[in-house]
């Protein structure tokens, strides 16, 4: 008798320096690169729906490789983050651009370095669209466009004088990251939590040459 597989979720992280979760497959060790546009990075798990915390996360390297990772539990760090306790040793995953390794298991308690953002494809492409120029414009009620952003420290997006948290606006990246070339959506942005979400008109431009896929 055959079993139906269960639904799953593929995630990718990003570390608080705005670079991504990786695997290094010279070395065969974790390891963090830079984000780039519309490239996935070599580590990612797969997670069943629906999507609860704490779940052990089984990291998948898209080079298969025999060194195996420590037994981990991702667990929920609000809003729309996570942090990965290795219960052998009660410590933590940390992205150390400073460290001798730059990503390791040994960190005592989760601060900024052990905080990570999940991401899926459709929030990758998201945000790989808004942060290519002339691509994407996003625009207020009253017709005021914001300009290109940049990617910061602590998973926020720079506009101008203005940061947009990435975490609380998932859905509007799966949103933007669905849009397609020469299409107009609606989406609401929300810049602070506690603040009501400003809504906004995205529109995609259509390629003249390669584009984001």
Same mark, same amino acid.
């Given at each position: 008798?055959? %079993?139906?597989?269960?639904?799953?979720?593929?995630?990718?992280?990003?570390?608080? @320096?705005?670079?991504?979760l990786?695997?290094?497959?010279?070395r065969? +060790?974790?390891?963090r690169?830079? @984000?780039? #546009?519309?490239?996935?990075?070599g580590?990612?798990?797969?997670?069943?729906?629906?999507?609860?915390?704490?779940?052990?996360? *089984?990291l998948?390297?898209?080079v298969?490789?025999? /060194?195996?990772?420590?037994e981990?539990e991702?667990?929920?760090?609000?809003?729309?983050? *996570?942090? @990965? &306790?290795?219960?052998?040793?009660?410590t933590?995953?940390?992205?150390?651009?400073?460290?001798?390794?730059?990503?390791? &298991?040994? +960190?005592?308690?989760?601060? #900024?370095?052990?905080i990570?953002?999940?991401?899926?494809?459709?929030?990758? /492409?998201?945000?790989?669209l808004?942060?290519?120029?002339?691509?994407?414009?996003?625009?207020?009620d009253?017709?005021n +466009?914001?300009?290109?952003? %940049?990617? =910061? =420290?602590?998973?926020?997006? =720079? @506009?101008?004088?203005?940061?947009?948290?990435l975490?609380?606006?998932?859905?509007?990246?799966i =949103?933007?990251?669905?849009?397609?070339?020469g299409a107009?959506?609606?989406?609401?942005?929300t810049?602070? +939590?506690?603040a009501?979400?400003?809504h906004?008109? *995205?529109?995609?431009?259509t390629?003249?040459?390669?584009?984001?896929?």
């Open positions: 008798m055959m %079993t139906e597989t269960p639904p799953t979720l593929r995630l990718w992280f990003m570390d608080w @320096f705005g670079w991504m990786d695997h290094n497959s010279v065969d +060790a974790l390891d690169t830079p @984000f780039q #546009e519309g490239r996935l990075p580590l990612s798990t797969a997670v069943p729906l629906p999507f609860q915390l704490p779940c052990p996360p *089984v998948e390297k898209r298969s490789m025999p /060194r195996p990772f420590p981990m991702m667990q929920e760090f609000p809003p729309n983050r *996570v942090v @990965f &306790f290795i219960p052998r040793t009660g933590y995953l940390r992205s150390s651009p400073l460290g001798p390794e730059p990503v390791d &298991f040994w +960190a005592p308690r989760p601060g #900024e370095w052990e990570f953002f999940p991401m899926t494809v459709e929030m990758l /492409r998201g945000l790989s808004i942060l290519k120029p002339n691509t994407v414009k996003l625009q207020d009253a017709g +466009a914001l300009p290109t952003p %940049t990617l =910061q =420290q602590g998973f926020v997006l =720079q @506009f101008g004088d203005r940061t947009l948290p975490f609380l606006n998932t859905t509007t990246l =949103q933007i990251g669905q849009i397609m070339p107009i959506a609606k989406i609401a942005l810049w602070d +939590a506690d009501q979400p400003v906004f008109t *995205v529109s995609r431009e390629p003249t040459q390669s584009a984001i896929v």
